[in-house]
């Protein structure tokens, strides 16, 4: 999942009001509806700011806390954030609120997950480097779904072979995952992985054939296929390609990790609720053209996430 922006695969921003001790139910269908729960929100200024209480659970079938990060030195998960995430010296316990939303949504799964972009891919691939380190890695994650009373973990190492990370991280990763799905069986813990959708990256981080066989879940993040780095406008999250040669949308991804054997009962595919923008390099230009206009910056920066390039879609909205 990248970084800290608000990412969700189905994501609805709503206010909900219920009664203490009621009950409620979930979806009116079958379907798997994975909602990614950004933390950092509860940060951001005047109505930009989202709190756990503002979730609408009813919505989702699953929520994931988004992060958790690694300590390096112990090989262990952390929080990255204890003031929000626990209730120690007064902390706001957010691990608690979330899992306890359970008691009034039984059908919820409520899981973490451990990495997005701040954290890099270093440590992970460290991590996973070695049996001892991911033993180390796999006992402290034990003991923390224990503590939290999560239902399982979501990995969202960004990316295996990539960003300073080593190419047998690509075997190593299907190693952490095997080694991770052998541990959490018996406790009845949900594994799943959030992965990038670019072919570079597939091709480089994963055996997905092997993964999809020890992973609850495939969170595929198709978004961000395009941005400001590519020098031209482009779609955040297109559905097809330009033409036949065009491997950066969402058709494609879907297509080649089926063809790659992914499990289509496993794969979830991820819905982005935030755009990306654009300064045109020649302001004139009215006939804009996907991979062909040139952009001269990221567009300006939105009020409540003040990312430039990004506008979520609590921002688009009141543009």
């Known amino acids: 999942m990248a970084g800290r922006k608000s990412l969700f695969f189905l994501f609805?921003?709503?206010?909900?009001?219920?009664m203490d001790g009621q009950?409620?139910?979930?979806?009116?269908?079958?379907?798997?509806?994975?909602?990614y729960v950004a933390t950092w929100a509860a940060y951001r200024p005047d109505a930009g700011k989202f709190l756990l209480e503002d979730l609408e659970p009813a919505l989702c079938t699953h929520l994931v806390y988004s992060f958790a990060g690694l300590d390096e030195e112990k090989m262990a998960?952390?929080?990255?954030?204890?003031?929000?995430?626990?209730?120690?010296?007064?902390?706001?316990?957010?691990?608690?609120?979330?899992?306890?939303?359970?008691?009034?949504?039984?059908?919820?799964?409520?899981?973490?997950?451990?990495?997005?972009?701040?954290?890099?891919?270093?440590k992970y691939s460290k991590m996973a480097s070695t049996r001892e380190n991911r033993e180390k890695f796999i006992q402290?994650?034990?003991?923390?779904?224990?503590?939290?009373?999560?239902?399982?973990?979501?990995?969202?190492?960004?990316?295996?072979?990539r960003r300073d990370g080593r190419p047998e991280d690509?075997?190593?990763?299907?190693?952490?995952?095997?080694?991770?799905?052998?541990?959490?069986?018996?406790?009845?813990?949900?594994?799943?992985?959030?992965?990038g959708a670019g072919k570079d990256t597939m091709d480089a981080a994963y055996d997905l054939a092997k993964l999809s066989r020890y992973l609850t879940l495939i969170h595929m993040m198709c978004y961000d296929y395009h941005g400001t780095w590519d020098g031209t406008v482009g779609a955040n999250a297109p559905l097809k390609g330009i033409n036949d040669a065009d491997?950066?949308?969402?058709?494609?991804?879907?297509?080649?990790?089926?063809?790659?054997g992914v499990s289509p009962y496993k794969l979830v595919m991820g819905l982005p609720m935030y755009g990306r923008t654009f300064?045109?390099?020649?302001?004139?230009?009215?006939?804009?053209?996907?991979?062909?206009?040139?952009?001269q910056a990221a567009g300006f920066k939105g009020p409540y996430t003040g990312e430039a390039g990004?506008?979520?879609y609590n921002e688009v909205i009141i543009n």
């Open 310 to 312: 990004f506008m979520g």
């Open 170 to 195: 690509k075997a190593n990763y299907v190693e952490l995952v095997k080694e991770l799905s052998e541990a959490f069986k018996p406790k009845g813990y949900i594994l799943t992985a959030a992965l």
């Open 77 to 122: 998960i952390k929080s990255l954030d204890p003031w929000q995430d626990l209730e120690k010296d007064y902390g706001k316990g957010g691990y608690k609120r979330l899992v306890n939303l359970k008691n009034r949504y039984p059908h919820l799964k409520v899981t973490i997950a451990i990495g997005g972009w701040n954290e890099g891919s270093l």
């Open 140 to 161: 402290s994650v034990l003991v923390f779904l224990d503590q939290y009373k999560f239902d399982g973990l979501d990995l969202d190492w960004e990316y295996p072979a």
């Open 12 to 18: 609805v921003c709503a206010l909900t009001s219920v």
């Open 247 to 260: 491997v950066l949308n969402v058709e494609y991804t879907i297509k080649y990790m089926l063809s790659h």
């Open 279 to 295: 300064i045109l390099k020649d302001p004139a230009v009215r006939n804009i053209e996907f991979g062909r206009t040139s952009v």
């Open 23 to 35: 009950t409620l139910g979930g979806p009116m269908h079958d379907k798997v509806v994975v909602c």
